[in-house]
């Protein structure tokens, strides 16, 4: 998995390319991490490049979430594809997570 971070005050763009899975948790929790720590408190996860999230990748989403919402922040997830919204619908993960067609209005979201 690829992850590239882009940063915009308080808010973090990130974008996840390939697989999640419990291979990239600590390395995705890692650099979150440092993102919170430079008072980042909302983060939109662009899903575009991923096909596949694994039950730790998506523990690891619920973990930033949770993560986000004790500095008051909130995460988006935007331009799901096909494959990770039906992992999401089939672990009703679908309802904690607000979702968007793409990144723009995804961030537009939480200005």
């Known amino acids: 998995m690829k992850l590239e971070f882009e940063q915009f005050?308080?808010?973090a763009v990130i974008q996840i390319s390939g697989d999640f899975t419990a291979?990239?948790?600590d390395r995705f929790?890692?650099?979150a991490?440092?993102?919170i720590d430079l008072n980042v408190r909302d983060f939109v996860l662009d899903l575009s490049e991923s096909d596949y999230l694994d039950?730790?990748?998506l523990?690891?989403?619920l973990w930033l979430q949770d993560e986000s919402a004790q500095k008051l922040g909130q995460v988006r997830l935007a331009s799901l594809t096909e494959q990770v919204a039906t992992i999401l619908r089939i672990t009703r993960l679908d309802?904690?997570?607000d979702t968007h067609d793409d990144v723009d209005s995804a961030v537009k979201s939480l200005r």
């Open 59 to 61: 523990e690891a989403l």
């Open 55 to 57: 039950s730790a990748g």
């Open 33 to 35: 991490l440092e993102q």
């Open 95 to 97: 309802k904690r997570f």
């Open 9 to 11: 005050d308080q808010l």
């Open 23 to 25: 291979d990239d948790t």
């Open 29 to 31: 929790q890692r650099q």
